[in-house]
């Protein structure tokens, strides 16, 4: 990207504008985030960043029928931030192993003040939201594969 010419002087920004993001890479950024701006379509993420879960046992959890339930789930998957794997007549869902989806895993659950179910020292006491950002992994979110 070549570096605009900015017609006020206030400041060296020349450095930020060489690395300032294309609208490309923004254009996906804000259509991961515009699929967490429902929110039981992020109740949904969130529970599928912790376990791996069945539309009916989705449907339960969040209290909505199985058809809206899925139409969320398809948003989702559509936008890359979850998969699912069949298991007999079923499919459970469960986040997707990429980047984009740790990374909002790891905003959603610094965002509303909760750690990983399942991310507990010996005593049974909650990793705090800076340490478990820092972790390169979690057990439940990072666990995951596209191949069990």
Not at 17 to 38: G, H, Y
């Amino acid at each position: 990207m070549t570096t605009p010419i900015l017609p006020h002087n206030h400041g060296d920004i020349h450095n930020v504008l060489e690395a300032m993001p294309s609208k490309d890479t923004c254009a996906d950024m804000a259509s991961a985030f515009k699929q967490l701006c429902d929110g039981t379509r992020l109740q949904i993420f969130w529970l599928l960043c912790h376990s791996e879960e069945c539309v009916l046992n989705i449907s339960a959890a969040v209290g909505m029928s199985a058809p809206a339930v899925s139409h969320h789930l398809r948003c989702l998957k559509d936008a890359g931030l979850i998969t699912g794997n069949r298991h007999g007549k079923e499919v459970h869902y469960h986040i997707a192993s990429t980047t984009q989806a740790a990374l909002l895993h790891h905003f959603v659950d610094s965002y509303l003040h909760t750690s990983c179910p399942g991310e507990f020292d010996s005593q049974g006491i909650s990793h705090s939201q800076t340490e478990h950002f820092q972790h390169e992994s979690c057990s439940c979110c990072c666990s995951h594969s596209d191949n069990k």
